[in-house]
């Protein structure tokens, strides 16, 4: 499975936007881009996935680098309920069920 | 509404003891998958169903981890002579089809073995 590279940790403050980032140069043609986040002592949360094009859901928007070797998730306007691990995951789309999670970005949001 | 619910949401057992975690799909999906997560880190594929046909069990760490989905619905997740690295947190995901599809977790099962 292709891998994903996103940074340990990130700080926002409360209100403002957040850019999540993550690299996955070695993304094939059949590979969706899933977004997913774990509040504490919860499981995992679907949050948006998309392939090409740029996505918008009433959670976050997902922007896509036109080579698609990397992409950014953008909350808008961050809670304190949005402190949470994020996970950037390669899902292809003929063979992929299984997620890989790998380690995420740990968010944490400041009042 | 009604998500994917786990039960015990906490379990302590002695090493060497058998443990069952329960896993309730949300209803009509096809898909049901179990994850481990161990402290820190993120969850790690053990097992995939569609409907009652275990389709990849290719995660799971030993042959004393067991899981079956006998009427397509409810899911068991059995671990046989506990041993202490058996320690994490058991998530349990239902989709209704393989491809693509959402997964919704359930809260797990924070299972500790002393």
């Keep these: ?111 | 509404g009604a998500g994917v619910s786990q039960s015990p949401r906490y379990k302590v057992a002695k090493r060497g003891q058998d443990v069952a975690l329960r896993c309730d799909p949300i209803s009509g999906h096809v898909s049901l998958f179990w994850y481990q997560q161990a402290l820190g880190q993120g969850p790690e594929f053990l097992t995939y169903f569609q409907n009652e046909a275990q389709l990849d069990k290719s995660g799971l760490p030993s042959d004393r981890f067991f899981a079956e989905r006998p009427e397509g619905s409810v899911s068991t997740l059995k671990i046989q002579r506990t041993q202490q690295e058996d320690s994490a947190v058991y998530l349990c995901a239902s989709s209704r089809t393989e491809s693509n599809q959402p997964q919704h977790f359930g809260d797990g099962t924070r299972l500790s073995i002393l």
């Excluded at chain 1, 995951?89 to 968010?107: E, H, M, Q, V």
Aim: charged share 20%.
């Design chain 1, 1 to 111: 499975d292709a891998k994903t590279t996103q940074p340990n940790s990130m700080e926002s403050n409360e209100e403002e936007p957040v850019h999540l980032p993550c690299n996955h140069s070695t993304i094939s043609g059949t590979d969706y881009i899933h977004w997913y986040r774990q509040l504490p002592s919860q499981g995992p949360e679907y949050v948006i996935h998309g392939l090409t094009s740029n996505v918008n859901n009433r959670m976050a928007s997902l922007a896509i680098a036109e080579d698609r070797k990397s992409s950014t998730l953008i909350l808008h306007r961050a809670t304190l309920r949005d402190a949470a691990v994020y996970y950037c995951i390669l899902r292809d789309f003929n063979s992929g069920y299984a997620l890989n999670f790998g380690k995420g970005t740990s968010l944490l949001v400041t009042p």
